[in-house]
């Protein structure tokens, strides 16, 4: 079965950390770009860190910059987003999304998408 699996998200305090994982299972992410998005209750799919295929080009919205920090390990065939310093606003339903080569902001592009795993940031 072709998918993408997230995992790593919880709650925790703002000013905390979280890592998320996004492990392909089914085919190999050695040729896709992996994109992270988000949804807040209320609120549109936005992307929030991309990363190419081969030679990683990366790319942060605004918002997260200087915070998050995307990475890939093809050997585990995993992409990570590692979230320092979140805010309340960061709360929200992340999901990993895959397409081949390039990063793209249009959420229809994408062929694989994951289940979505809960990232709440609150006292």
């Known amino acids: 079965q072709l998918q993408l699996v997230e995992s790593g998200g919880g709650l925790v305090q703002p000013g905390g950390s979280l890592t998320l994982s996004c492990e392909a299972t089914g085919f190999t992410l050695d040729y896709y770009a992996v994109t992270w998005f988000r949804q807040a209750p209320g609120k549109e799919r936005e992307g929030v860190s991309c990363i190419s295929s081969t030679r990683g080009v990366i790319n942060y919205a605004d918002s997260v910059e200087d915070r998050f920090t995307i990475s890939r390990d093809d050997a585990k065939n995993t992409v990570y987003l590692q979230m320092n310093s979140l805010k309340p606003e960061d709360t929200a339903v992340y999901f990993c999304?895959?397409?081949?080569?390039?990063?793209?902001?249009?959420?229809?592009?994408?062929?694989?998408w994951g289940q979505g795993t809960q990232v709440t940031a609150s006292s």
């Open positions: 999304a895959a397409r081949i080569h390039y990063c793209s902001a249009r959420t229809g592009s994408y062929d694989y």
